[in-house]
């Protein structure tokens, strides 16, 4: 069984005590697809080591997050392209907007998501959102720059099932992590009308930690009580939800 994690920051200061061993943890039970959002520039130099590191497993993204576009969000950006010019990455991500956490800047969150959404047309690679508090304002953005070539992750979806199909309109699978284990998440009540092919499996560790871990550090291995949730919620066995949601992961990503 190959089970992707389609987005996960094992760079972060929260493995920094035990990265390797908690990556072992993951692929030996049977996570051996990691596919890295990106943040922005301070986490750059973190991301290539894990490749490096982790060369048959370590799939790296290229973005600006929503929470880290600030004032000096157009050299962020710079940096992004550099990037993207200089060597090949798997998508655009993870780019959107964020309003819990700063509403003051929505204005150049949208410029940004804008603007790295013709960055993935340009490299023809797929993009990953993060809405949080905002679906909105990115379905708004996703409208104007609808098209064939535009395609992607909706990450960490915890929205509607109108929501959801909304998304799926837009080209977008939903990257369904630990919420859909949560009690109080919503999303289980109502994920098995959406069909398995527009589904992707993901942690988004170190956080959102599926029950019964949730509130502690999140970590790829996990991803196993999505797969079982998933499991009972569609009524088909964790190799056939695993072999979907890889495919799906295949079919995105282009590895
Ligand atoms: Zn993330």
């Not at 590191?53 to 790296?60: A, Q, T, W």
């Not at 003051?104 to 993009?127: C, G, N, R, V």
Request: hydrophobic share 40%; glycine share 4%; net charge negative.
């Amino acid at each position: 069984m190959i089970i992707t994690d389609t987005h996960t920051h094992l760079y972060s200061e929260a493995f920094a005590d035990d990265r390797n061993e908690m990556i072992q943890r993951a692929i030996d039970a049977g996570v051996s697809r990691f596919f890295i959002p990106a943040i922005d520039s301070t986490y750059t130099e973190a991301m290539l080591q894990l490749e490096k590191d982790f060369p048959l497993h370590v799939f790296l993204m290229m973005g600006l997050h929503p929470t880290s576009v600030k004032e000096n969000y157009q050299e962020e950006l710079a940096l992004v392209e550099a990037q993207l010019a200089k060597r090949d990455f798997y998508a655009i991500g993870e780019i959107g907007i964020d309003l819990y956490w700063d509403t003051s800047t929505l204005e150049i969150q949208k410029k940004a998501f804008k603007h790295q959404i013709q960055l993935a047309k340009k490299y023809k690679l797929p993009i990953v959102i993060h809405c949080r508090d905002a679906f909105d304002d990115v379905f708004e953005v996703l409208e104007e720059e609808k098209s064939d070539d535009l395609f992607g992750i909706f990450h960490c979806f915890t929205g509607t099932l109108e929501q959801a199909k909304r998304a799926i309109s837009f080209n977008m699978k939903l990257g369904i992590g630990g919420v859909v284990t949560f009690k109080n998440g919503k999303i289980d009540q109502f994920l098995n009308l959406i069909e398995l092919k527009h589904i992707v499996l993901e942690t988004d560790s170190p956080y959102l930690a599926p029950k019964p871990y949730r509130g502690k550090r999140n970590e790829s291995s996990y991803i196993i009580k999505v797969l079982e949730k998933l499991s009972e919620l569609y009524a088909l066995p964790q190799e056939k939800i695993a072999e979907i949601t890889t495919q799906n992961s295949k079919d995105i990503f282009k590895i």
